[in-house]
């Protein structure tokens, strides 16, 4: 069946969700699916901007022949060859055999590394400054890299203000009613799965997404159309400023993330009075969640909004408890820096786990690391020593 959305003068929305999807990259857990968009913009001439993954080439090219009514689109706009949006893209060259590419230098080696199709007579690279007259209206180009691929580059449609923003400004979720902004903050979850998607997905490249935002800045815009998510129009300022917060990696909240790790609940008992002990100092927000139990990338996404993480471990075989090492792995891999951290070790015999903890985290970036480790023996820990923590922790969020 097709479903299609104008979105504002002679722009379709033609993409489509995926509900059956488990796991984004194979790695990230989705709850809600995820939404993979596409769009077609007229002017005499018609430019389909980017394809999808092969999980919706069904829908996916229902909504476009649709919305072609018979026409054959004169380009295909290329702006991420990533498959889960260039999947059709040998195929669509192939079914319009006038259709031009439109993309930066390096896709057309994509494409041949991919399909094993050469569409170089058929392809036009662009660069920044470089634009294309669709009659009517006019798109520019402007390169992206490694916001998160080296290809990338985002398209500005000059009649309607419309940004096509590639991966940027996406978010996890699949389309319900709308696709629009506000349809989408009427789910309570929106705000996290959006922060979630760009710290696990887009997180690590920072400086990049700076960089883009800063080109972005020169730009009038009344629409951002990403490849996920929703159509940003009513809130542009909303994601403009958390994008701004997420790639300086500033926190959004003063506030405190317990991660632990624990076995037989020990660890996990004390993280529990430690962090209402904390919250109860400072007066400031404190989320509590378990290393094991929950996707990493969901801690991810709370070390991007708060600015103090506690790290509490047991020590495994003279190591790191693993969960809690995969979490500062994490944090080293996407370039988190900034927080101010505080450890807590457990050990029977001879506690290792917060030297290692101190050692990692000294590693990342602009941590500040607080005195005093806290070290629990099985089960046993002094109060005084639980007292001092807290004040500590709670003194440097501000009590
Ligand atoms: C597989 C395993 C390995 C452990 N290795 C160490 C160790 O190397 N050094 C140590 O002091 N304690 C070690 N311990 C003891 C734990 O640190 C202790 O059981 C602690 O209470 C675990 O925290 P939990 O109760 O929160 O799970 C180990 C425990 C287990 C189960
Ligand atoms: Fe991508
Ligand atoms: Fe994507």
Redesign the pocket.
Known sequence: MKNTVKITDGITWVGASDRRLALFENIFPLTDGVAYNAYIVRGEKIALLDTADSSVVHQYLENVESELDGREPDYLIINHMEPDHCSLVADLMARWPKMQAVGTAKVPTLIKQFFGADISDRFTAVTDGDSLDLGGRTLHFVTTPMVHWPEVMVTYDDRTKTLFSADAFGSFGAHHGGIFDVDHFKNPAFEGEARRYYTNIVGKYGPQVLAALKKASALDIEYICPLHGPVWHDKISWTLEKHAAWASYTPETRGALVV???????????AARVAREIAEKSGCEVKLMDASGTDKSYLVSEAFRLSHIVF????????L?PPVREFIDDLEALWVRGRTAAVIE????????GKIMREKIAALKDFTLLEPTLT????SVDESAINAFCDAVAASLGA
Do not use: D, E, L
Not at 312 to 319: E, I, R, V
Not at 346 to 353: E, K, L, R, V
Not at 376 to 379: D, Y
């Open positions: 632990y790790g624990s076995m037989y609940g020990n660890t996990a008992s004390v509490a471990a047991p020590t495994y075989n003279m190591g408890y457990n050990g029977s015999w001879s506690p290792a786990s629990i023996r099985g089960a």
